[in-house]
């Protein structure tokens, strides 16, 4: 792997649980995230995929300092960004950087394109001498594919995909090293995500930009990163390049899961074998002992309830040096291919191009 | 950059439209601005905010400039009612009591026969003076401690919160009768202070409200997320976004601060005889209304154009803040 | 045939003008069969839904046209009174959003039982036995405990279920499912696609699907309708649209999808914007965005030219983009 830029470790995030009006007492804690470990290498995408109310937004949020974790560290080049605060603060938010969900609500209604996406150097005049934040700002319009004339409109004028460059530009202004998307495109049209994901690629190589993608499609979560971890209840499962997790995945629920994508594809109707899992997601107010998933896994035995198991390469696997070799936190990690494998054209290349 | 040139996919014209379901909202604004239109203007053009627009927007609304004329008015004879009325309002002669207009008495008599037109003009300054002043200052008052309250949270909010409770249980005619009746001297300010006193808890609940959603928003995460400090955040971000309802409850409220005072007055804890208002002529004339109904109409009618020109000059302000509204 | 929707038009008054958002859509259903309805926001895929179900907002909404027969009979020229008793007990519609679609402050025994009051006349006692009866049959655990609770105390895939069982109620001969999992996760959005194709094997229903999705259509679907600014621009059955699109939309929609089970270059990306429906372009709507378009695309409206017995194509240059021109 490249050079790492980020390295998470033991990320915890609680939130107490009161009861009480006057004497608030603490009567339980959800547990968002629950011991969470990833290395971001430089210019790499790191997937994260999980179901609603895996933890995974919550990451998003405290790695871009907006929420503090409860317990554990964000090493961004070697320094723990989680205790930093006032200036040291600051200077550390020029390099991590968000992408928000819904582009709708990420941009300030009341405020011009080129206002919100000059902001940054506002705040950190620094960055850019006054007199040259126009030319930035219409630059980074262009960079972002849109016309630099736009910066006196205002968000409401803009579409879906549109808006989300404005966001994105934003997000580039102050070139930082790390971006994290939070679900970047999944309120955009099918046709629209198409471009915003082809735009953040091509800005990956510009910018030499790392990435980390948090999203619940897997299809999409894939198609861009380098490496994916999958999480569930407030933990990683299973973490892994991308060939490893879609093609050789051994946590069991990640096979749950990449079985129940529907595959754009009628004839693989009758190919696939859907694993489906029973019952709902526990609440991560109230996580099974043991291994968390083991209320709805069908490997489960007695020793998934005494013993959490550790994210790390099985027992099993530790010799091989196959593709199944990588981070799964199963006692009982098997391989099971459950993604059809797809055609491929003769010669390699994907079957169509852009123009 | 890649050898290859990159051709973006320009923005074509038109917006994609907001589901189906959302056919009536405003998203079928087009990009297709004309010319010199809103967000038409050429690359020389200045960068603009949102206050420039909202005030080039304001300029050219004919509610605004109607409202705003009015108010104009309104102020400068309640610091000089004599540039209109050359009479005094409390030269009165009861023989003259509820006659109608006469030559030189265009809305005629009131009860004790004093000039009804010269005591509407009169009585502009302590009505303005009052319904403004308390305006502004349950506006500040609220909005500012709602603000505050709403963004920082914690035990601020929970001891504010819990104040205004309290003052939302004070009932404002009985308040007034205890308050008011050990102030001495005969100025509208008492009354002022009073209206201050018991008004700012609604606008804070309504402002507090408006922040805390405000605050949610994504686009004040993004903010934080670059770095900028709470009172950016406040300033820029959230007052702008959550200003919209404050001023239209204040301005509605500047009327029943008025009556109000009229009221309070009545009651006797407000202005005095002596002084001259649209609250104690409406008061006292509303007795002869079956033999005078001038008497009442006049100063009445006075009121309520001042209330709705401040009501459509809130209204024009706040649609000027809403880009998506032009 | 179940259902047959003929020529229908739908349009919007709006401050900005009139809003043509369905623009002579045909299609039919027979029982039995499913058929999915793909579109972006804004093609008009929700709007005949409401049409067909006569549920729309009427104003500002207003039928400019067409027909859909069900049965046979014209839906649009029924008075409102008959349309009811055919919603319902006859054709049922499934919501995206099981929560606001539902009413918080009633139980969801009361809540289905009321279908059976309201429509069967039967007793309270009897219906809740009924609304027990349905929630145990789309799976809901211990439902006899658990018809007395409100639909936020169930979680999202639950209340969807509930959200079928009652559409399934009183055993309409069609089904309408707007998006019925699009806010759902994925594991749970398998358990209910399972579940409502298994209802609808069982009761032999025709289904409407609305979706954007074409994973799931894939999944599901017998036949296709693509549309795109109010107009169906492909019809096809599911295995001929995957294997070779005849309409240069729906290839471009089916190569910008990422693949689970292969990881491509540079996405497929249609260019441009998805059309503002107060300026569609003349012509095919979609020529502005499509890489084969010529002269005759900015003028001539192309109708649905049929491409083999089972299938149409609303392309003046079909035949190109069945040969696969239309990507590169």
């Known amino acids: 792997m490249a050079e790492p830029v980020l390295e998470v470790s033991g990320l915890v995030k609680h939130y107490p649980l009161t009861r009480g009006v006057l004497f608030r007492k603490q009567v339980g804690a959800v547990r968002a995230v629950d011991g969470v470990d990833f290395t971001l290498g430089r210019g790499e995408t790191l997937g994260i995929v999980g179901e609603s109310g895996c933890g995974k937004s919550t990451v998003a949020r405290m790695l871009c300092n907006l929420e503090r974790p409860t317990a554990g560290a964000i090493r961004y080049r070697g320094e723990d960004i989680t205790r930093l605060s006032g200036r040291a603060l600051k200077a550390v938010r020029r390099n991590i950087q968000m992408v928000f969900q819904d582009p709708y609500t990420s941009l300030n209604p009341r405020m011009t394109v080129g206002d919100i996406i000059g902001e940054p150097y506002e705040i950190h005049p620094e960055v850019a001498p006054k007199g040259d934040r126009r030319r930035r700002v219409r630059e980074l319009l262009d960079v972002v594919g849109l016309d630099p004339e736009y910066a006196n409109r205002y968000p409401h004028q803009f579409s879906g995909g549109q808006r989300q460059r404005i966001g994105i530009a934003r997000a580039l202004a102050l070139r930082p090293e790390i971006v994290v998307a939070d679900e970047p495109v999944s309120a955009l049209d099918v046709s629209v995500q198409a471009q915003v994901i082809n735009l953040m690629e091509r800005l990956q190589d510009e910018f030499e930009l790392s990435y980390v993608f948090i999203a619940h499609d897997l299809s999409i979560v894939r198609h861009i990163s380098d490496r994916v971890g999958v999480m569930y209840l407030g933990r990683i499962v299973e973490i892994g390049t991308d060939e490893q997790i879609y093609d050789h995945p051994t946590h069991p629920y990640t096979q749950a899961l990449l079985s129940a994508v529907p595959v754009p594809d009628p004839d693989a109707r009758e190919r696939r074998e859907r694993i489906l899992l029973p019952g709902d997601v526990p609440s991560p107010a109230d996580i099974p002992s043991g291994c968390r998933f083991r209320t709805r896994c069908w490997k489960a035995r007695e020793r998934c309830a005494l013993e959490v198991p550790p994210l790390a390469v099985p027992a099993e696997f530790r010799h091989d040096t196959g593709p199944a070799a990588h981070d799964s936190a199963c006692h009982f990690a098997a391989e099971l291919r459950v993604v059809p494998p797809g055609e491929r054209d003769a010669d390699g290349e994907s079957s169509t191009s852009a123009y | 950059m890649p050898e290859q040139p990159y051709e973006p996919e320009r923005a074509v014209a038109g917006t994609g439209m907001g589901g189906a379901m959302d056919l009536g909202a405003s998203e079928a604004s087009t990009l297709e601005g004309a010319p010199g239109g809103p967000g038409g203007a050429g690359p020389a053009a200045r960068p603009r905010s949102l206050w420039s627009d909202a005030w080039r927007d304001l300029r050219r609304n004919p509610v605004f400039l109607v409202s705003a004329l009015l108010i104009c008015f309104l102020v400068l004879i309640a610091i000089r009612p004599s540039l209109i009325a050359s009479g005094n309002p409390l030269t009165c002669d009861l023989a003259r009591a509820q006659d109608g207009p006469a030559p030189g008495h265009p809305f005629g008599f009131d009860g004790q026969g004093c000039d009804v037109y010269t005591r509407t003009v009169y009585g502009a300054r302590a009505s303005v003076t009052v319904g403004v002043c308390a305006t502004l200052g349950v506006a500040l008052l609220g909005s500012v401690l709602g603000g505050l309250a709403g963004f920082f949270g914690g035990a601020w909010d929970a001891v504010l919160s819990r104040i205004t409770d309290i003052f939302f249980a004070i009932p404002v005619v009985l308040g007034g009768l205890v308050l008011l009746s050990v102030v001495p001297g005969n100025t509208v300010w008492p009354v002022v202070g009073f209206i201050v006193l018991l008004g700012w808890p609604q606008i804070f609940r309504i402002a507090r409200g408006s922040v805390l959603t405000a605050k949610q928003q994504d686009y004040v995460q993004a903010a934080r997320a670059l770095g900028a400090s709470n009172s950016r955040i406040l300033l820029r971000h959230i007052a702008p976004n959550s200003v919209a309802p404050v001023i239209v409850v204040a301005t509605i409220a500047l009327g029943t601060y008025i009556a109000l005072e009229a009221t309070l007055s009545y009651l006797g804890v407000g202005l005095k005889p002596p002084s001259v208002s649209w609250g104690i002529d409406i008061s006292t004339a509303s007795p002869y209304i079956r033999n005078a109904p001038h008497a009442l109409l006049w100063p009445a009618g006075a009121l309520a154009i001042t209330v709705l020109a401040f009501i459509m000059l809130g209204d024009a302000v706040r649609d000027a803040l809403d880009p998506r509204l032009r | ?328």
């Open chain 3, 1 to 328: 045939m179940l259902l047959e929707v003929r020529d229908l038009h739908v349009e919007f008054r709006t401050r900005d003008g009139v809003v043509h958002a369905v623009n002579g859509v045909t299609c039919e259903v027979d029982a039995g069969e499913t058929l999915a309805v793909l579109g972006e926001s804004g093609s008009g895929k929700s709007v005949t839904a409401q049409a067909v179900m006569g549920i729309l907002d009427t104003p500002p909404g207003r039928i400019g046209g067409g027909q859909v027969l069900f049965r046979g009979t014209d839906l649009l020229t029924l008075k409102e009174e008959e349309r009811r008793r055919i919603r319902g007990a006859e054709m049922a519609m499934i919501f995206q959003d099981a929560l606001s679609a539902l009413n918080p402050v009633m139980t969801v025994g009361d809540q289905l039982g009321e279908m059976f009051v309201v429509h069967r006349g039967m007793s309270r006692k009897a219906a809740r036995a009924k609304a027990v009866e349905l929630m145990d049959r789309v799976r809901i655990p211990a439902a006899g405990q658990r018809v007395g609770d409100y639909p936020h105390q169930f979680s999202g895939g639950m209340r969807q279920r509930i959200m079928i069982a009652m559409a399934l109620a009183l055993e309409p001969a069609l089904i309408i499912a707007d998006e019925p999992t699009t806010a759902l996760d994925v594991t749970v959005q398998a358990q209910v696609m399972d579940l409502l194709a298994e209802l609808q094997h069982e009761y032999g229903m025709g289904l409407v699907l609305i979706t954007h999705d074409l994973g799931v259509v894939a999944d599901v679907a017998d036949r296709i309708a693509v549309m795109y600014a109010g107009r169906i621009v492909e019809s096809a059955p599911v295995h001929d649209i995957y294997k070779a699109p005849a309409h240069p939309y729906t290839r471009g929609l089916l190569d910008s999808i990422p693949r689970l089970d292969r990881k491509g270059r540079e996405l497929y990306a249609i260019k441009g914007l998805p059309p503002n429906l107060l300026a569609v372009p003349p012509g095919c709507a979609f020529h502005p965005r499509c890489p084969l378009a010529r002269d005759v695309c900015r003028t001539d409206v192309p109708p649905p030219y049929e491409v083999s017995g089972t299938r149409t194509s609303a392309c003046h240059f079909w035949k190109e983009c069945l040969d696969g021109r239309a990507g590169s």
